[in-house]
């Protein structure tokens, strides 16, 4: 049974740093892609976002152009965690993170979702 599980959210004032992990279980870490969407305060589930995604093969990465040079998306592939570190935090990166697995890129996975997997999501709230 795959499970994804998210933690490391919280609460950070503009300009402050956070960082998110996901630990995968119940999958072939080299298989599948892994990455972080958001969820905008407010917004349906369906209005999931793909924040940065990452290979977990190869670390081939992929980023939303709003969070380049601030965010990096990292992998532990012997301990099967992804790691999302978020520096200069804006408001407008609040939300509802999840953490999401697809075997497809990482490209794939951010741009068009429709994940396999999703774990339940971790809350970031960034104040200004």
């Known amino acids: 049974q795959v499970q994804l599980e998210e933690s490391g959210g919280g609460l950070a004032h503009s300009g402050g740093t956070l960082r998110l992990s996901c630990a995968a279980s119940?999958?072939?870490?080299?298989?599948?892609?892994l990455g972080w969407f958001r969820r905008a305060p407010g917004q349906p589930r369906e209005a999931r976002i793909g924040?940065?995604?990452?290979?977990?093969?190869?670390?081939?990465?992929w980023y939303r152009d709003s969070v380049k040079g601030r965010f990096t998306v990292t992998r532990d592939a012997g301990r099967r965690i992804v790691y999302l570190q978020m520096n200069n935090l804006k408001p407008e990166d609040s939300g509802t993170y999840y953490c999401?697995?697809?075997?497809?890129?990482?490209?794939?996975?951010?741009?068009?979702?429709?994940?396999?997997?999703w774990g339940r999501g971790t809350q970031v709230t960034v104040s200004s």
């Open positions: 999401a697995a697809d075997q497809t890129s990482p490209s794939r996975l951010c741009v068009l979702g429709g994940n396999d997997y």
């Open positions: 119940g999958l072939n870490f080299n298989f599948y892609s």
């Open positions: 924040v940065s995604c990452i290979s977990g093969e190869d670390g081939q990465t």
